[in-house]
C-alpha cells in the first residue's frame, strides 16, 4: 500500500507531462472572437491590421458580382490575396443571407458555384466574409478577428 505522500509524487509524476501538453497547445492556438454585434467593415479592417497583415480596400463590386447576396461585396487585398466582405445593416440580416450558404460553400441559395480554390465563409456581426485560397497568414487573421468559419470545402 501507498503512503499519501508516495501517491501524490506519483499522480504529480504523470500529470505534469499531461498539463504541460495541455498549456503548449492553448498557447499555440489562434484566439476565437465571439460573434459580436458591432463586427462592421471599418471594425474588421482596424482588427485585420492589428494581426499583422497589410490590409487595402478596394472599390466596391456591383450587385451582380455576388448575385446571391442581398449586399455589394467589398473586396479587400489581405497580403496579396483577395478576400471579399459583405456588410449588412444588423447581424439579422448577416445570418438571413449565411443560411442560404451550404455547408461546403459550393450552393448558395439557387446557384451552384465551383470555385477556383479552396473556401472559407466567416460571418460575425453585421459582416459576412468569403475567402478563396489557401495563404495560412490570411487564414490565421481572420479566424483570429472572425472566429471558425461557418461554411466551405476548407473547413
Not at 10 to 33: D, I, M, Y
Not at 82 to 105: C, I, K, N, Q, W
Not at 112 to 128: A, C, E, H, P, Q
Request: aromatic share 8%; glycine share 6%.
Amino acid at each position: 500500500m501507498l503512503s499519501r505522500s508516495s501517491a501524490a509524487l506519483l499522480l504529480a509524476v504523470f500529470l505534469a507531462p499531461a498539463c504541460k501538453q495541455a498549456e503548449s497547445v492553448s498557447a499555440t492556438s489562434p484566439t476565437r472572437n465571439p460573434p459580436s454585434s458591432t463586427m462592421t467593415l471599418q471594425v474588421l479592417v482596424e482588427e485585420l491590421r492589428s494581426q499583422a497583415v497589410t490590409v487595402e480596400q478596394v472599390d466596391r463590386m456591383p450587385s451582380s458580382s455576388f448575385p446571391f447576396f442581398a449586399v455589394p461585396a467589398v473586396p479587400l487585398d489581405l497580403s496579396g490575396s483577395r478576400v471579399f466582405v459583405f456588410e449588412y445593416l444588423s447581424p439579422e440580416a448577416t445570418m438571413a443571407d449565411a443560411t442560404h450558404v451550404s455547408p461546403d460553400g459550393y450552393n448558395i441559395g439557387n446557384a451552384s458555384i465551383d470555385w477556383i480554390d479552396v473556401t472559407r465563409f466567416y460571418k460575425n456581426g453585421r459582416v459576412l466574409v468569403l475567402y478563396v485560397g489557401k495563404d495560412r497568414r490570411v487564414i490565421q487573421a481572420l479566424e483570429a478577428v472572425l472566429g471558425t468559419p461557418f461554411a466551405g470545402n476548407g473547413v
